[in-house]
């Protein structure tokens, strides 16, 4: 009798251990343990420019992981990224130009989720001998491309000094990253470049212009994600959004340690990292978003690059609710980097 009674506790206090952890298992389950497994999410990024920098840190800071998200950064063209989000292998992309034009052009089943900047990081500089833009009545300006969004931004706002931007300036395409190149060889008399052309040309004796984000309204660094993604998998998107404004308020507090994070990202030289920091900082959103004027500005600028005859509504292009319901969550909790 003694060992039946024996072996009944036995067995009745092992129920009871199975049950306390088959409750534990399913407890963690319901709420999104780190046992759990993480969501993956894969970001494509076009290049490894500046304002890319918030996505590596919130995942190298653990922000993605506290989340609940499995990042994978991978680097891609807009146009493939376009191709990889339909195809489901991309969820989200920080080619988001690409995106509104694609969402214009054939009603991309997609929408810009994230604005970094409120600035267009674009610049025109000029051989020595271009006093102002008025000189360049005549002459060839390097672009990105004679259809680029930055391109018909600067077009629109020749008038101002008296231009025709379809008759008065000859617009030339010189090849990927050669825009400065070709103002400092004298093959055009001036160029729309990137902030990273521009420290190489002004180094060489050229000058600069106009800086395009103090002239336009107009986001830049915009990142869209599939609409699928955002329908099918609502709480993986609002932690993805969580995780990256951790990181963008992050970035505007620790000058040091994101230099040295985009030092190391970029591959460029600490001293590079620096000046971008310090130019280019002060151009980024408060709350990854922006207001429906410059989302109209956007679009005005994607009809003119597609010659459309009807306008698209921001409610169909844009999406800033998941980045800014994570803004006031982050702000009541108080979180701070």
Not at 38 to 64: C, H, N, R, W
Not at 158 to 178: E, H, I, R
Request: aromatic letters at 8%.
């Amino acid at each position: 009798m003694t060992c039946f009674r024996t072996a009944y506790w036995r067995n009745l206090r092992l129920i009871g251990k199975l049950a306390l952890q088959a409750a534990i298992v399913l407890a963690l389950t319901i709420h999104g343990s780190p046992m759990a497994r993480a969501a993956e999410v894969t970001l494509a990024l076009p290049a490894k420019s500046f304002q890319q920098i918030i996505f590596p840190l919130a995942k190298d800071k653990g922000y993605m992981k506290e989340e609940g998200i499995d990042l994978n950064i991978t680097f891609m063209e807009p146009t493939p990224s376009m191709q990889a989000m339909m195809a489901d292998s991309v969820q989200i992309t920080a080619a988001g130009g690409s995106a509104l034009i694609a969402i214009a052009r054939s009603n991309y089943p997609a929408k810009v989720v994230l604005a970094v900047n409120d600035r267009v990081h674009q610049w025109v500089i000029a051989r020595p001998g271009i006093a102002s833009i008025r000189d360049l009545k005549g002459k060839a300006v390097a672009t990105t491309g004679v259809a680029s969004l930055a391109t018909f931004m600067f077009k629109n706002l020749l008038p101002k000094y008296g231009l025709d931007g379809n008759k008065d300036v000859t617009f030339t395409d010189p090849g990927v990253n050669n825009q400065a190149m070709a103002v400092m060889s004298g093959a055009v008399e001036a160029a729309i470049v990137s902030v990273e052309q521009r420290y190489a040309a002004l180094d060489n004796g050229m000058k600069e212009l106009m800086y395009l984000g103090n002239e336009v309204k107009n986001s830049w660094g915009t990142t869209a994600a599939s609409e699928k993604f955002m329908k099918e998998q609502p709480r993986v998107m609002a932690g993805f959004m969580r995780a990256t404004l951790k990181a963008l308020r992050l970035i505007k507090q620790d000058r040091s340690g994101t230099i040295a994070a985009f030092a190391k990202f970029s591959g460029l030289p600490p001293a590079t990292a620096t000046r971008l920091y310090d130019d280019l900082i002060g151009s980024f959103t408060a709350n990854g978003a922006v207001d429906e004027d410059t989302q109209r500005n956007d679009l005005g600028v994607i009809r003119q690059v597609l010659d459309a005859k009807e306008a698209i509504s921001p409610a169909r292009a844009f999406d800033f609710s998941f980045v800014l319901d994570a803004d006031r969550q982050l702000t009541k909790a108080g979180w701070k980097p």
